[in-house]
């Protein structure tokens, strides 16, 4: 009986760590406004060592890019394109059998928008997938 405990504790014991969810990358989100109404939205990544995040463009047949998609918000105008602080590393991934691209420690993004009304209260929400 002693021994059947035993290995019940064992399979618990194992499903547990299994179970645990690693997060290698940290988002932090910030808005910064430069006057009443053009500010920028602030992405600050920590990339964990030996993680990546793959890059915005990838071709067809690879993993999946990294985008950042923003809610329309009425009175709210994103101006231009998701900008990283850095070009990403470029090389030829064995596995996928493709150039791909991604960085490897820790990135910034900014997206500049411009509000229509500096005396209204805006909420910007989105989706980010990596």
């Given at each position: 009986?002693?021994?059947?405990?035993?290995?019940?504790?064992?399979?618990?014991?194992?499903?547990?760590v299994?179970?645990?969810?690693?997060?290698?990358?940290?988002?932090?989100?910030?808005?910064?406004?430069?006057?009443?109404?053009?500010?920028?939205?602030?992405?600050?990544?920590?990339?964990?060592?030996?993680?990546?995040?793959?890059?915005?463009?990838?071709?067809?047949?690879?993993?999946?890019?990294?985008?950042?998609?923003?809610?329309?918000?009425?009175g709210?105008?994103?101006?231009?394109?998701?900008?990283?602080?850095?070009?990403?590393?470029?090389?030829?991934?064995?596995?996928?059998?493709?150039?791909?691209?991604?960085?490897?420690?820790?990135?910034?993004?900014?997206?500049?928008?411009?509000?229509?009304?500096?005396?209204?209260?805006?909420?910007?929400?989105?989706?980010?997938e990596?």
């Open positions: 009986m002693l021994k059947y405990i035993s290995i019940i504790c064992s399979l618990l014991f194992s499903f547990g299994s179970a645990q969810v690693q997060n290698p990358i940290k988002w932090d989100t910030k808005v910064e406004m430069s006057s009443s109404v053009d500010g920028e939205i602030l992405f600050t990544l920590s990339i964990d060592k030996g993680w990546h995040l793959y890059g915005l463009n990838l071709p067809d047949g690879g993993p999946k890019a990294t985008s950042i998609t923003f809610d329309k918000v009425d709210v105008e994103y101006v231009g394109t998701l900008e990283p602080s850095r070009e990403p590393i470029s090389k030829f991934d064995n596995i996928f059998e493709l150039n791909l691209n991604w960085w490897d420690s820790n990135i910034e993004f900014k997206q500049k928008f411009k509000l229509s009304s500096p005396d209204k209260c805006y909420k910007l929400q989105g989706r980010i990596y």
